[in-house]
């Protein structure tokens, strides 16, 4: 299920995963499925919430895995069989918010796939540029991220500023 191709294991920056941040629940257990202790993700919301990590390089196959307490999911997923990802996500019946290219809307898979339980939406008004796994960046950002968000936003559409200093 997961892709051998050279992009999909790109590292999200601190300020594409601060616009998220005010919206997890006060005392959620938060389970981040495709991250290690590096991870921005976990080092950001593991100030305020108690995080699981869990990535498939050390074993936990976001398919086979589920952490046994979580309340939220909140993640950037492989690009690569993203319907995949997805479909997992919605199966397991709980809130989540996973960064997504934002050109996949293009597409009928999420239209599809959250067509019973609506699809919410945190759009940013800037570019993430994310990190290669040798911690540099192309330089080259060709599409615009958001969060794909089940039973997560206050609202369907939530637009924020980011911040890239």
């Not at 319907?83 to 996949?104: D, I, Q, V, Y």
Request: glycine fraction near 4%; charge should be neutral; aromatic fraction near 14%.
């Amino acid at each position: 299920m997961y892709s051998g191709g050279k992009n999909d294991e790109c590292y999200t920056p601190a300020y594409a995963v601060k616009p998220i941040l005010e919206f997890i629940p006060k005392d959620a257990r938060v389970w981040c499925p495709f991250d290690t202790l590096d991870s921005q993700f976990v080092k950001l919301i593991s100030q305020t919430h108690s995080v699981e990590h869990s990535h498939i390089a050390t074993g936990r196959d976001f398919f086979e895995y589920e952490p046994f307490h979580w309340d939220v999911m909140i993640s950037n997923p492989p690009f690569t069989n993203k319907r995949a990802f997805f479909e997992r996500a919605l199966s397991l019946g709980k809130p989540f918010a996973l960064l997504m290219a934002n050109t996949w809307l293009n597409d009928r898979a999420p239209m599809q796939l959250f067509a019973e339980r609506g699809l919410q939406l945190l759009l940013m008004d800037k570019r993430t540029e994310f990190v290669q796994p040798n911690r540099e960046t192309t330089g080259k950002i060709t599409f615009n991220s958001g969060y794909y968000c089940c039973d997560f936003l206050p609202r369907d559409i939530v637009i924020r500023t980011i911040d890239k200093t």
